[in-house]
């Protein structure tokens, strides 16, 4: 977008026509030293964006001679069958982690592993598939979960009711085949409990488009006043400015969904913007807010209820973090005798430090939340 805007800039300039001879040449310079700048950030960050995609393919082929490596190994009893699969998951939680490849080498690589996956749970399916019990059981579940669905179908609790469906949808995915005699209808079945009531719910919510186009004028002019406001040196009172903002833009609700993304960029932008000019880190804002929202928190009537959720998503979001950095140690050894091992390994621990850098501020949020 920054590179478009500056090419419409210099069509304008184009236009404009000739300026004094004794400032041309300022002037000029001036421009183009600005010009030259924005192209050379621009240079460095798709040369960033190539090395990156470039470990990510390094990583992912690594993954795909392990898959390779694990599809060739024969499995004779159930625990061998439920050991190839919790190995098969890893690697997929893995490959969900690292991101993309470069373009032209993302599709082959993806076809790749997922040829691999593919394979193992075809044959997997194969085996199985001579397990007639389980799959009577699986219908027996996915019946109990119409009578479920078709109980909330019509009810006008949204969002109670769109989580306790979509959970019912998650358990769906979970539960495995069902014969195949009775397979479309009870599908068919299950899947029109849910689509009418969320149709029923997106009936209802398209009236709150109006209030969405209000927000949205609301949240451009907050960005414009964080671009625009005159702050002090006084650094506790910057830092308080900055978290009104914060909050005023929470406060402020939704906007049309296809405006979301630009405008929270926009907004996280410009506060990065200032931050950086007040040498304030994000760190300190997030959990200086934090603390704030806390401390107004204790002493109401729900305060002790909503500490405590506070206090169990925190530790549930310390749990997967350091799941996720064990998984990534770990493996780091794992691929070490494949191709690129060095390229992976720098991947890898980019990937660990940033973990840890977010798993330190949640362990800060805890510990004030807990004294």
Known sequence: KSFRELQR??????????????????IWERFKSTTDK??????????????????????????????????????????AWQERTRQFNDLFKMWKSIGPAPKKQNDEIWERFKTTID????????????????????????????????ALKDSDDWRKSSRELIDLQKQWKE?????????????????????????????HFSGIRIKEAENLKLK???????ENHNFGTDRAENLEVLKEYQREWTEIGFVPFKEKDRLQNAFRN????????????????????????????????????????EQTFLQNKINQLREEIMLW???????ADTKNANIVKSDFEKKIEKAKSELSAMEAKLKYLTK
Request: include cysteine; charge should be neutral; glycine fraction near 4%.
């Open 38 to 79: 924005i192209n050379q950030r621009r240079r460095d960050h798709y040369k960033q964006l190539q090395e990156e995609q470039e470990a990510n393919l390094a990583a992912k082929v690594a993954l795909c001679e392990k898959a390779d490596s694990l599809l060739a190994k024969e499995a004779t009893s159930v625990k």
């Open 220 to 226: 451009e002019e907050l960005i414009a006043s964080v």
């Open 119 to 150: 394979a193992f749970y075809t044959e997997k399916k194969e085996h199985f598939s001579k397990i007639k019990d389980q799959q009577i059981n699986n219908y027996n579940l996915k019946l109990e979960l119409c009578l479920q669905a078709e």
């Open 175 to 203: 539960i495995g085949p069902v014969p195949r005699k009775h397979a479309e209808k009870i599908w068919q079945r299950f899947r029109g409990a849910c689509d009418e009531f969320f149709n029923r719910k997106s009936a």
């Open 270 to 309: 410009a506060i990065n913007k200032r931050l950086d000019q007040l040498n304030i880190s994000n760190s300190e804002i997030m959990l200086s807010t934090f603390m704030s929202r806390i401390d107004n928190i204790k002493g109401t009537a729900e305060g002790n209820r909503q500490l405590q959720r």
């Open 9 to 26: 800039l210099h069509e304008q300039w184009k236009e404009i026509g000739p300026v004094p001879d004794d400032k041309k040449d300022e």
């Open 329 to 335: 140690e770990n493996n780091i050894g794992f691929l």
